[in-house]
């Protein structure tokens, strides 16, 4: 059965290569993929039945009555299967479908090129908005109107409102004039909880869980509270309801303070009833210069365009840029097209006979369709895989990766982790420009990412159509079959829809993003075919039901909230599992460390057995030696390794254990017992390693030669140094971000001298880690740099600063001179005292001269 499976695919790649575009073929290929589900499906149940004999496939379990029931059903289903098959080829020669074994567009992973962005890589994309954001910023910062004045940007789907938005947000003049920002996206399938709760983690510090446990009444109260006092620019994006505003525009104080709401909408009433005194700023369509800029920049993203672009290159380019009727994101994606294509007249000119563009106003969609059937097959479920995230969501780019790899989406390639090929796959999409970079981490891999709403609509849309995927959301006006569908994600559901749900017996994910006290979630453990169980959004579920033995064809799980009583030790039955992700603290049992196709274990604090091998596992975060006299851990190819130490002896144990890592790339030691001293440069990753964090713990022996020397980050955490790191740590030639949280340094001065830091990007000098963390924050040790009086900054240093966060320095008498700092985007000074602040008053502040370069400013007055 699994070689007839193997041949049907097979059969659906050529097919599709053949027929992209093709309608008799995509009917004819439903049909052979609803067949491919039924083998699915067969094999899945087989493989439950014979582990549920408890006998295995042993040679003598094999014939176990249970065993052998299993063996006649899958043998039916076989038969069902073949002789479907065999009507859907005898069919065929009827659709006049024939020679279906060329070969597809092959993916040429090697090609693809990591281009780092930063978080603010939507300026790529920006062209003929230069007026609109003249005549909005004066709107913004109109010092005639201090009344609260609520400012609209309408237009139709993809047209740019949330991109100029962006720019407004972002701009130097606009940070230093409000006093507060917010940012918070709205779309269709947000709850009022939801978007509170969003205002308040942009301004506060506050913790989730305490957000969580905040009644509505209470939320408002305190961002009113928080807004009062000081001028705020607020940006609702995407606000598609006129309700929604209704229920938005209480929470806003209107205090004469010169404050604005900025939203954008693609209706007209939205914005005239936000605010009736303000006239909307309706959007307009590129022309076409605008429109040809903006498509060669897309298809041309690493050269001259005008240099490489043939004349007659430049007239197919003319003809297909005024097919795009000016919109952008139809530009866009056209152009991250083009760019993936043979700049040659004979290609373009072929891209542009292949559309069909004589359905008015559908553009952008027909674009759509053109890029996502030339994708290579495989990719397709990838792209697809997108459409179960909400709206605006920021997209984990590891996390994705592991999905699609749990889904078995991803190929295994000779030499390489499949973790590698789905990145060059997340890649390969990025150029095309179906998806989009939110932000990138220190060694280029991405870190969030996201889709525009017309290409998520559209990846519904197509998945629905082979019950790929299906949206549990009560937005949805139409009535939608579960039953047969192989992917669920609720968003927001209410009680009507839930008794629908159950019958999915072939699901093979099922993510939860919404918060729900529903008996739904306690269901899910009667999908025995899942592969992925991702719940996000808080549940009334306090543990894992020992049905989860059954679900022996899991491969990915996480678990966002509190499992109150740990982990059953059935867990150990899942042995596809490849992903557990815990962010709680429940107990992990020993079983789960039999499972030998382990990639990725991340729990806030467990324990191994002493004795252990996981061959396939890339990342353990984090782990403890707790007990342990000795160990025998033989991680071969970890990359990814988070480690707590505890007691004296487990030096020698962590030294053992990091001696046979030939593929670290990230370390993170944290000691609570410090400060600690570890050799590293004779480790066998010591020039490969990139992030390395060290909490109490400084390199044996105080040089520079024990850091490695190709890092990208490096954390350090309460090493209590009387000599001043700097020295050392600036001669780090391809360190990006440094961050030095609590009392690393016991001494008075510190010094950055001319040429150090040359590719730092980022500098925090802070009491405690801008992340949540549980690395013994709480321990009896003093949690900012004490004695620290001085610190200078000379001309040619750290000559890429982009940021520069700085922390509860009590005893710092002044700021060190910035003014050499021309790359420094932005400034943050936290918890600082009243004289150091009066030192950097706007103009009149002996200190302003070296900070007024600086776009963005953020003063918290210390309120020790």
Same mark, same amino acid.
């Given at each position: 059965?699994?070689?007839?499976?193997?041949?049907?695919?097979?059969?659906?790649?050529?097919?599709?290569?053949?027929?992209?575009?093709?309608?008799?073929?995509?009917?004819?290929?439903?049909?052979?993929?609803?067949?491919?589900?039924?083998?699915?499906?067969?094999?899945?149940?087989?493989?439950?039945?014979?582990?549920?004999?408890?006998?295995?496939?042993?040679?003598?379990?094999?014939?176990?009555?249970?065993?052998?029931?299993?063996?006649?059903?899958?043998?039916?289903?076989?038969?069902?299967?073949?002789?479907?098959?065999?009507?859907?080829?005898?069919?065929?020669?009827?659709?006049?479908?024939?020679?279906?074994?060329?070969?597809?567009?092959?993916?040429?992973?090697?090609?693809?090129?990591?281009?780092?962005?930063?978080?603010?890589?939507?300026?790529?994309?920006?062209?003929?908005?230069?007026?609109?954001?003249?005549?909005?910023?004066?709107?913004?910062?109109?010092?005639?109107?201090?009344?609260?004045?609520?400012?609209?940007?309408?237009?139709?789907?993809?047209?740019?409102?949330?991109?100029?938005?962006?720019?407004?947000?972002?701009?130097?003049?606009?940070?230093?004039?409000?006093?507060?920002?917010?940012?918070?996206?709205?779309?269709?399938?947000?709850?009022?909880?939801?978007?509170?709760?969003?205002?308040?983690?942009?301004?506060?510090?506050?913790?989730?869980?305490?957000?969580?446990?905040?009644?509505?009444?209470?939320?408002?109260?305190?961002?009113?509270?928080?807004?009062?006092?000081?001028?705020?620019?607020?940006?609702?994006?995407?606000?598609?309801?006129?309700?929604?505003?209704?229920?938005?525009?209480?929470?806003?104080?209107?205090?004469?303070?010169?404050?604005?709401?900025?939203?954008?909408?693609?209706?007209?009433?939205?914005?005239?009833?936000?605010?009736?005194?303000?006239?909307?700023?309706?959007?307009?369509?590129?022309?076409?210069?605008?429109?040809?800029?903006?498509?060669?920049?897309?298809?041309?993203?690493?050269?001259?365009?005008?240099?490489?672009?043939?004349?007659?290159?430049?007239?197919?380019?003319?003809?297909?840029?005024?097919?795009?009727?000016?919109? !952008?994101?139809?530009?866009?994606?056209?152009?991250?097209?083009?760019?993936?294509?043979?700049?040659?007249?004979?290609?373009?000119?072929?891209?542009?006979?292949?559309?069909?563009?004589?359905?008015?106003?559908?553009?952008?969609?027909?674009?759509?369709?053109?890029?996502?059937?030339?994708?290579?097959?495989?990719?397709?479920?990838?792209?697809?895989?997108?459409?179960?995230?909400?709206?605006?969501?920021?997209?984990?780019?590891?996390?994705?990766?592991?999905?699609?790899?749990?889904?078995?989406?991803?190929?295994?390639?000779?030499?390489?982790?499949?973790?590698?090929?789905?990145?060059?796959?997340?890649?390969?999409?990025?150029?095309?420009?179906?998806?989009?970079?939110?932000?990138?981490?220190?060694?280029?891999?991405?870190?969030?990412?996201?889709?525009?709403?017309?290409?998520?609509?559209?990846?519904?849309?197509?998945?629905?159509?082979?019950?790929?995927?299906?949206?549990?959301?009560?937005?949805?006006?139409?009535?939608?079959?579960?039953?047969?569908?192989?992917?669920?994600?609720?968003?927001?559901?209410?009680?009507?829809?839930?008794?629908?749900?159950?019958?999915?017996?072939?699901?093979?994910?099922?993510?939860?993003?919404?918060?729900?006290?529903?008996?739904?979630?306690?269901?899910?453990?009667?999908?025995?075919?899942?592969?992925?169980?991702?719940?996000?959004?808080?549940?009334?579920?306090?543990?894992?039901?020992?049905?989860?033995?059954?679900?022996?064809?899991?491969?990915?799980?996480?678990?966002?909230?509190?499992?109150?009583?740990?982990?059953?030790?059935?867990?150990?039955?899942?042995?596809?599992?490849?992903?557990?992700?815990?962010?709680?603290?429940?107990?992990?049992?020993?079983?789960?460390?039999?499972?030998?196709?382990?990639?990725?274990?991340?729990?806030?604090?467990?324990? !191994?057995?002493?004795?252990?091998?996981?061959?396939?596992?890339?990342?353990?975060?984090?782990?403890?030696?707790?007990?342990?006299?000795?160990?025998?851990?033989?991680?071969?190819?970890?990359?990814?390794?988070?480690?707590?130490?505890?007691?004296?002896?487990?030096?020698?144990?962590?030294?053992?254990?990091?001696?046979?890592?030939?593929?670290?790339?990230?370390?993170?030691?944290?000691?609570?017992?410090?400060?600690?001293?570890?050799?590293?440069?004779?480790?066998?990753?010591?020039?490969?390693?990139?992030?390395?964090?060290?909490?109490?713990?400084?390199?044996?022996?105080?040089?520079?030669?024990?850091?490695?020397?190709?890092?990208?980050?490096?954390?350090?955490?309460?090493?209590?140094?009387?000599?001043?790191?700097?020295?050392?740590?600036?001669?780090?030639?391809?360190?990006?971000?440094?961050?030095?949280?609590?009392?690393?340094?016991?001494?008075?001065?510190?010094?950055?001298?001319?040429?150090?830091?040359?590719?730092?990007?980022?500098?925090?000098?802070?009491?405690?880690?801008?992340?949540?963390?549980?690395?013994?924050?709480?321990?009896?040790?003093?949690?900012?740099?004490?004695?620290?009086?001085?610190?200078?900054?000379?001309?040619?240093?750290?000559?890429?600063?982009?940021?520069?966060?700085?922390?509860?320095?009590?005893?710092?008498?002044?700021? !060190?001179?910035?003014?050499?700092?021309?790359?420094?985007?932005?400034?943050?000074?936290?918890?600082?005292?009243?004289?150091?602040?009066?030192?950097?008053?706007?103009?009149?502040?002996?200190?302003?001269?070296?900070?007024?370069?600086? !776009?963005?400013?953020?003063?918290?007055?210390?309120?020790?």
């Amino acid at each position: 059965m699994e070689r007839e499976l193997r041949r049907i695919k097979c059969f659906l790649k050529d097919a599709d290569a053949k027929g992209k575009r093709d309608e008799r073929v995509k009917n004819w290929v439903n049909d052979v993929i609803q067949v491919a589900y039924l083998a699915e499906d067969a094999i899945g149940t087989f493989l439950i039945k014979v582990h549920q004999s408890k006998g295995g496939l042993s040679f003598i379990n094999r014939f176990k009555p249970n065993a052998l029931i299993a063996r006649h059903h899958v043998g039916v289903e076989i038969g069902k299967v073949k002789e479907l098959l065999n009507e859907i080829m005898a069919s065929r020669e009827m659709y006049g479908i024939q020679n279906l074994g060329e070969d597809g567009d092959a993916l040429n992973l090697t090609s693809v090129r990591r281009c780092h962005f930063s978080s603010q890589s939507y300026d790529a994309d920006v062209v003929g908005l230069f007026h609109d954001q003249k005549v909005l910023l004066e709107q913004l910062m109109d010092h005639q109107h201090q009344r609260l004045c609520v400012i609209s940007i309408v237009g139709i789907g993809g047209l740019g409102k949330t991109t100029l938005a962006k720019k407004l947000y972002h701009n130097n003049a606009v940070s230093n004039h409000f006093h507060k920002r917010i940012w918070v996206t709205v779309s269709q399938e947000n709850s009022l909880m939801g978007l509170l709760r969003k205002m308040l983690e942009n301004v506060t510090e506050i913790e989730r869980e305490k957000l969580e446990r905040m009644a509505e009444n209470d939320l408002i109260d305190m961002i009113n509270d928080l807004l009062r006092t000081q001028s705020f620019l607020v940006v609702l994006d995407d606000i598609w309801r006129e309700d929604a505003w209704n229920q938005l525009q209480r929470i806003f104080p209107d205090v004469n303070s010169g404050s604005r709401v900025l939203i954008t909408t693609r209706f007209l009433n939205v914005a005239k009833r936000a605010d009736p005194r303000s006239i909307p700023y309706q959007l307009s369509l590129l022309n076409d210069d605008e429109s040809m800029k903006l498509l060669l920049k897309k298809a041309f993203p690493y050269v001259d365009a005008e240099a490489n672009c043939s004349s007659e290159l430049l007239d197919i380019g003319h003809c297909l840029m005024r097919e795009c009727g000016g919109l !952008p994101l139809a530009l866009v994606v056209l152009g991250g097209l083009l760019s993936i294509k043979d700049k040659t007249p004979i290609v373009w000119r072929r891209l542009l006979e292949t559309m069909d563009w004589a359905a008015e106003g559908r553009q952008c969609q027909e674009i759509l369709a053109l890029s996502y059937e030339d994708l290579p097959y495989h990719m397709k479920s990838c792209f697809l895989y997108l459409g179960a995230y909400p709206e605006d969501y920021e997209i984990t780019g590891n996390v994705l990766v592991r999905q699609w790899i749990a889904e078995g989406f991803i190929p295994q390639e000779e030499r390489k982790t499949m973790e590698d090929t789905g990145e060059a796959i997340l890649e390969e999409l990025i150029q095309r420009s179906l998806i989009h970079v939110y932000t990138r981490k220190n060694n280029g891999s991405v870190k969030k990412c996201g889709v525009h709403d017309l290409l998520l609509d559209f990846t519904r849309s197509a998945a629905k159509k082979d019950r790929f995927l299906t949206i549990c959301s009560a937005e949805n006006d139409q009535p939608i079959s579960w039953a047969l569908s192989r992917r669920v994600a609720i968003h927001n559901i209410n009680d009507t829809m839930i008794n629908e749900i159950y019958p999915m017996h072939g699901l093979r994910t099922f993510m939860l993003f919404a918060p729900h006290d529903h008996p739904i979630v306690s269901q899910i453990f009667k999908f025995q075919f899942l592969r992925v169980l991702d719940l996000i959004g808080p549940t009334n579920l306090q543990r894992l039901p020992e049905q989860i033995k059954l679900m022996i064809h899991l491969r990915f799980l996480r678990w966002q909230y509190e499992i109150t009583s740990g982990l059953p030790s059935s867990i150990g039955n899942l042995q596809f599992l490849e992903t557990i992700d815990l962010s709680n603290g429940t107990d992990i049992p020993i079983t789960l460390w039999k499972i030998k196709t382990l990639r990725h274990v991340r729990h806030p604090y467990c324990q !191994p057995p002493q004795s252990l091998m996981l061959r396939n596992l890339l990342t353990l975060r984090c782990v403890n030696f707790g007990s342990h006299k000795a160990i025998n851990w033989r991680f071969p190819n970890l990359r990814k390794l988070r480690v707590f130490i505890c007691e004296e002896h487990h030096g020698a144990m962590l030294t053992h254990l990091l001696s046979g890592l030939d593929h670290l790339i990230s370390l993170s030691i944290v000691a609570k017992q410090w400060p600690v001293e570890i050799d590293t440069k004779d480790f066998p990753f010591h020039n490969r390693l990139l992030s390395l964090t060290l909490l109490g713990i400084w390199p044996k022996g105080n040089t520079i030669s024990e850091f490695p020397a190709c890092l990208t980050k490096l954390v350090l955490c309460y090493s209590e140094l009387e000599e001043d790191p700097m020295p050392k740590l600036e001669r780090l030639q391809y360190l990006v971000t440094l961050k030095l949280i609590g009392n690393v340094h016991l001494g008075k001065t510190m010094v950055c001298s001319a040429g150090g830091f040359p590719k730092l990007e980022s500098l925090y000098i802070t009491t405690v880690s801008p992340k949540r963390t549980s690395m013994f924050l709480v321990l009896q040790y003093k949690r900012e740099l004490a004695n620290l009086e001085e610190w200078r900054v000379e001309p040619g240093a750290m000559p890429k600063l982009a940021f520069l966060e700085l922390t509860l320095c009590k005893k710092l008498k002044m700021l !060190p001179d910035l003014q050499h700092l021309t790359s420094l985007q932005e400034l943050k000074l936290r918890y600082i005292s009243q004289e150091f602040m009066l030192r950097l008053e706007r103009e009149s502040g002996e200190d302003w001269y070296k900070i007024q370069h600086v !776009p963005k400013l953020t003063f918290e007055k210390c309120v020790c």
